[in-house]
């Protein structure tokens, strides 16, 4: 295991429960979740805590999910500084619920707090709050086998002062929605090469979950959409040759075939966001009898790769997307097609264990489930 998840021993600061409204009915849930377009049906709870620097994490509470009043002037609405997680729970096939990984996805959103100069929050606080409102929400947590509750952790400067210098009040939120399907019934993406944005530069924000990085990336994506494609594939912003990750997920390569299949996935270089699904699958592929190796890939290598057939699959994982086949590559200079087209043999292999690893089906020996 690369990205440690074994609990902390530091106590975390109360969660009080405020006026929690009656639950809706299954049946009231249920018409609302019928349609769970990805981050648009948001469940009945949130939690929230306050920092400042004279009294440190404090407030702690688990309320209905509300509207926020906010000064105007509060720097992350001007300053952006903001960073948040995405991690989800699952319902067993038991029918119990967990969280996959939280203290990892709390060490990342330290690890952002601190990029961005805010305070970071102590994972063990983080994950008692992903326990809190998954308790609170417990029915919202979908038992159907392609659907998740997917955890939204949020921290922002809410100090109102507009000197450009790091804010000493913020506010963290955990909010919740259900999800499906990130690109709906499973098909290859088609993703698009962008020659002419970049993500991000060495030094600068690429390996932490900043809220800008995604504003950012919009015109990009939106180009994508443009030429057809699901996903934009970033390229290193120096040499625009190297691949390093897509919109919201990292990126795995196969190269050979059957007992000489081997997964390469670009380093960590900083500018990339240190994917906890990427981290799993670094661990666990082995077991399955996948090599792994972290090495540049550019996008020559890419095309070439896919022409001589050295590079058989080519798949994005993350998150929200789990693992998705990427069937086509579109370029300014034409497409190229990986392998067939089709989803490979060994992104359905990694798909179907991570899958029986959240179900509570398959075995779990690095402990990745946190059981609520
Ligand atoms: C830019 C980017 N890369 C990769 C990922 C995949 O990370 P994870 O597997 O932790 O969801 C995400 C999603 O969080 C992302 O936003």
Not at 72 to 86: C, D, I, M, N, T
Not at 87 to 100: E, I, N, P, Q, S
Not at 121 to 136: G, I, N
Not at 252 to 260: D, I, R, Y
């Amino acid at each position: 295991m690369l990205i440690e998840d074994t609990p902390r021993d530091i106590t975390s600061i109360p969660f009080a429960h405020h006026g929690t409204p009656a639950l809706l009915t299954p049946a009231e849930r249920g018409a609302r979740t019928a349609e769970a377009p990805f981050g648009s049906v948001f469940t009945e709870h949130m939690v929230s805590l306050k920092w400042t620097g004279t009294d440190g994490w404090h407030d702690g509470e688990v309320g209905p999910y509300a509207p926020l009043v906010l000064d105007p002037a509060a720097v992350g609405l001007h300053y952006g500084q903001s960073v948040f997680e995405g991690l989800k729970a699952y319902r067993t096939a038991d029918g119990r619920t967990a969280v996959f990984r939280p203290h990892a996805h709390g060490d990342r959103f330290r690890r952002s707090a601190a990029r961005l100069l805010m305070p970071e929050l102590p994972t063990q606080t983080f994950v008692h709050a992903v326990e809190e409102l998954v308790r609170a929400d417990a029915a919202w947590v979908p038992a159907e086998e392609h659907r998740s509750l997917y955890l939204r952790p949020l921290l922002f400067a809410s100090e109102a002062h507009l000197a450009l210098r790091p804010a000493r009040e913020f506010r963290f939120l955990l909010i919740a929605f259900v999800t499906e399907r990130f690109f709906g019934a499973p098909r290859p993406i088609t993703v698009w090469i962008s020659e002419d944005y970049a993500r991000a530069t060495p030094g600068g924000t690429g390996a932490a979950k900043f809220g800008g990085n995604y504003a950012a990336s919009y015109a990009a994506q939106a180009r994508a959409t443009a030429e057809g494609c699901d996903q934009v594939v970033w390229l290193d912003a120096q040499e625009r040759r190297w691949v390093e990750e897509l919109g919201g997920m990292n990126i795995f390569f196969v190269e050979g075939t059957g007992a000489q299949r081997r997964l390469v996935t670009p380093p960590l270089s900083g500018t990339i966001l240190p994917g906890v699904t990427r981290d799993t699958i670094l661990s666990a592929a082995p077991e399955l009898g996948l090599p792994v190796e972290e090495r540049p890939v550019s996008v020559e290598q890419w095309r070439e790769g896919c022409r001589q057939g050295r590079i058989t699959e080519v798949f994005a994982c993350g998150t929200a997307a789990q693992v998705s086949s990427v069937g086509t590559v579109r370029t300014a200079d034409g497409d190229f097609t990986v392998g067939d087209g089709s989803p490979g043999p060994v992104a359905g292999m990694i798909s179907d264990l991570l899958a029986g690893i959240e179900r509570g089906l398959a075995p779990d020996p690095a402990g990745w489930m946190h059981y609520v």
